[in-house]
Nanobody, 123 residues
Framework: QLQLVESGGGLVQPGGSLRLSCAAS????????IGWFRQAPGKEREGVSC????????NYADSDKGRFTISRDNAKNTVYLQVNSLIPEDTAIYYC????????????????WGQGTQVTVSS
């Protein structure tokens, strides 16, 4: 069974950091671009960051540049999202998703999704 599992979310104070992980089972990630998305209550799911299959290309939403870093370890079949300088507006469920080919920001263009991990930024 092909599966993505996110972990690493939690409750953090403003200014804090988390490292989110996206682990795959049932398939290998090394031929997939991986995107991170988030969805806050009452809002649409939005793209946060994406990394190409070999890790040579990364991109970020404008609001996250300089605070978030995406990386991957294909040997561990895992992609990471380091999130720093968190603000309350970052509160959301964070999802990872996989697609063959290049990174895209369109939610509908991804083939596999995880169940998400909750990130809550609050004092």
């Amino acid at each position: 069974q092909l599966q993505l599992v996110e972990s690493g979310g939690g409750l953090v104070q403003p200014g804090g950091s988390l490292r989110l992980s996206c682990a795959a089972s049932g398939f290998t990630l090394d031929s997939y671009a991986i995107g991170w998305f988030r969805q806050a209550p009452g809002k649409e799911r939005e793209g946060v960051s994406c990394i190409s299959s070999r890790g040579s290309i990364t991109n970020y939403a404008d609001s996250d540049k300089g605070r978030f870093t995406i990386s991957r370890d294909n040997a561990k079949n895992t992609v990471y999202l380091q999130v720093n300088s968190l603000i309350p507006e970052d509160t959301a469920i964070y999802y990872c998703a996989a697609r063959k080919g290049v990174c895209l920001g369109n939610v509908g263009r991804y083939d596999y999704w995880g169940q998400g991990t909750q990130v809550t930024v609050s004092s």
